[in-house]
């Protein structure tokens, strides 16, 4: 062997022996992966009717929603505190029905919901029917984590947050002109909530921690005209919220009664588990079940991989998401 390749036989040992190391190296220094999606409810949302104002609104609002649950991500903070803060922004935003801007019952009042769920001990949290609490989504969290419960309802639910020091107000703070407006219209022209709310309102949030866990949180004012306490998914574990660590988080948004008997968010991560199917696969099979049912509505998904996805059988849907990759978008239309 002459001394050239003598000594590129050197140099290919040294490359071989240290691109382990170097990948290794590089492996652990890399920046910690983490995903978030959000939703502000899904429904007929075309552009005909929106102006360039209400659209433009709109859209700030969901960044703004995707910047605080982002800002936790960064800082590696939990899924569980980015949910959480993406949601209250969300509650706070009289454009969504969820918290300020809840629907009206048909008795002239609001009654709200809200559920949590950690991936990580698959711990979860809910409530229904609330009247006086601020934040719903901080109330389901504290059923979780300071309860031996999973739901409260009702009176039962706004007495543990009133031990629990939340905040509360006075039930006319949700409403809001237009939200009245719907519900004068239910009642006069005798039809049902789906002809107002044209879209479903209700807020979410699921994301991917830099540890690898998985949370998902859900909040809703429900169904303008309402009667005897309905209920409708996005309280129900399984239905509107899950989230399991190695699989995924799902958020759903839509026609309840629906969502509940396909038992949306469940289904959506036992195919993935179960069938091997991607986020974007077991999404879109499970909702188009919704769909032959008669169900309208859609779903944000965050895998366990970190994709964000999201499917809805509705001509829109508010949404979002950002990613440690750089992915940072908001839409409202199906064709965004």
């Known amino acids: 062997m002459n001394i050239k390749a003598a000594m590129a036989a050197a140099v290919a040992a040294i490359m071989a022996w240290g691109t382990p190391a170097m990948a290794q190296e590089t492996a652990a220094t890399a920046a910690p992966r983490w995903s978030l999606a959000i939703h502000g409810g899904a429904g007929?949302?075309?552009?005909?009717?929106?102006?360039?104002?209400?659209?433009?609104?709109?859209?700030?609002?969901?960044?703004?929603?995707?910047?605080?649950?982002?800002?936790?991500?960064?800082?590696?903070?939990?899924?569980?505190?980015?949910?959480?803060?993406v949601i209250i922004r969300l509650e706070d935003d009289p454009k969504f029905n969820a918290g300020k801007g809840a629907v009206y019952t048909w008795d002239g009042t609001h009654e709200l919901d809200a559920s949590i769920m950690d991936g990580s001990s698959r711990a979860?949290?809910?409530?229904?029917?609330?009247?006086?609490?601020?934040?719903?989504?901080?109330?389901?969290?504290?059923?979780?984590?300071?309860?031996?419960?999973?739901?409260?309802?009702?009176?039962?639910?706004?007495?543990?947050?009133?031990?629990?020091?939340?905040?509360?107000?006075?039930?006319s703070y949700f409403g809001t002109p237009e939200r009245k407006r719907a519900l004068d219209r239910v009642k006069?022209?005798?039809?049902?909530?789906?002809?107002?709310?044209?879209?479903?309102?209700?807020?979410?949030?699921v994301a991917l921690d830099a540890r690898g866990n998985l949370a998902a949180g859900?909040?809703?004012?429900g169904m303008t005209g309402k009667r005897?306490?309905?209920?409708?998914?996005?309280?129900i574990i399984g239905a509107g919220t899950y989230a399991e660590?190695?699989?995924?988080?799902?958020?759903?948004?839509?026609?309840?009664?629906?969502?509940i008997r396909v038992g949306v968010a469940r289904t959506i991560?036992?195919?993935?588990?179960?069938?091997?199917?991607?986020a974007q696969a077991a999404a879109d099979a499970t909702i188009a079940d919704v769909a032959r049912l008669g169900g309208d509505g859609g779903v944000i998904v965050v895998g366990a991989?970190?994709?964000?996805?999201?499917?809805?059988?509705?001509?829109?849907?508010?949404?979002?998401?950002?990613?440690?990759?750089?992915?940072?978008?908001?839409?409202?239309?199906?064709?965004?």
Not at 138 to 150: F, G, I, N, T
Not at 229 to 235: C, F, V, W, Y
Request: aromatic letters at 6%; charged letters at 20%; a negative charge.
């Open 44 to 85: 007929t949302l075309e552009r005909r009717d929106m102006t360039p104002e209400m659209d433009a609104a709109y859209r700030a609002s969901l960044q703004q929603a995707l910047d605080a649950g982002t800002a936790v991500l960064k800082a590696g903070g939990s899924a569980l505190d980015a949910i959480t803060a």
């Open 124 to 171: 979860a949290g809910a409530v229904a029917g609330v009247t006086t609490v601020k934040s719903p989504i901080l109330l389901a969290r504290k059923v979780m984590e300071d309860s031996p419960h999973v739901m409260l309802a009702g009176r039962g639910a706004e007495q543990f947050a009133k031990e629990k020091g939340l905040a509360l107000v006075p039930n």
């Open 188 to 205: 006069a022209e005798k039809i049902s909530a789906l002809d107002v709310d044209i879209k479903f309102g209700t807020v979410g949030a």
């Open 218 to 221: 859900t909040s809703t004012g």
């Open 228 to 235: 005897w306490s309905r209920i409708g998914d996005a309280p």
């Open 245 to 259: 660590n190695g699989t995924c988080a799902v958020s759903a948004t839509g026609w309840g009664e629906y969502f």
């Open 269 to 278: 991560c036992a195919r993935m588990a179960m069938k091997s199917e991607s």
């Open 305 to 336: 991989n970190g994709d964000a996805v999201f499917s809805m059988n509705t001509s829109g849907m508010y949404r979002g998401r950002a990613s440690s990759a750089g992915v940072n978008e908001v839409a409202i239309y199906k064709d965004e």
